[in-house]
């Protein structure tokens, strides 16, 4: 059974950082493009940044220059760092991996989310 467990969200003052971490079992996420998706109250789910196998990586314009993201394999896990946060970072952040493979078949896994919320 395939799980992705979230964790480093939290409260965080304007300006502030965080790091997000995404741990995956039950595959071998070294295969996978993994990613940060993040969903504010009242607005649909949008792209953070993924990261593919060939470390690749793809970013929402907005966020570029206040957002990194990395994986380790070895661990199974990827992670997002974030500086400069404002209080429209406010939302929840979910970890996705995806694999295409064979003609159309798609392996696309969710983590439950973690909420980060950027006030003072």
């Known amino acids: 059974q395939v799980q992705l467990v979230e964790s480093g969200g939290g409260l965080v003052q304007p300006g502030g950082s965080l790091r997000l971490s995404c741990t995956a079992s039950?595959?071998?996420?070294?295969?996978?493009?993994a990613g940060w998706y993040r969903q504010a109250p009242g607005k649909q789910r949008e792209l953070v940044a993924t990261?593919?196998?060939?470390?690749?990586?793809n970013m929402a314009d907005s966020l570029k220059g206040r957002v990194t993201i990395s994986r380790d394999n070895a661990k199974n896990t990827v992670y997002l760092q974030m500086s400069s946060l404002k209080p429209e970072d406010t939302a929840v952040y979910y970890c996705?991996?995806?694999?295409?493979?064979?003609?159309?078949?798609?392996?696309?896994?969710w983590g439950q989310g973690t909420q980060v919320t950027v006030s003072s």
């Open positions: 039950g595959i071998n996420i070294g295969i996978y493009t």
């Open positions: 996705n991996v995806r694999l295409a493979w064979g003609q159309s078949n798609v392996d696309d896994y």
């Open positions: 990261t593919s196998p060939r470390l690749n990586t």
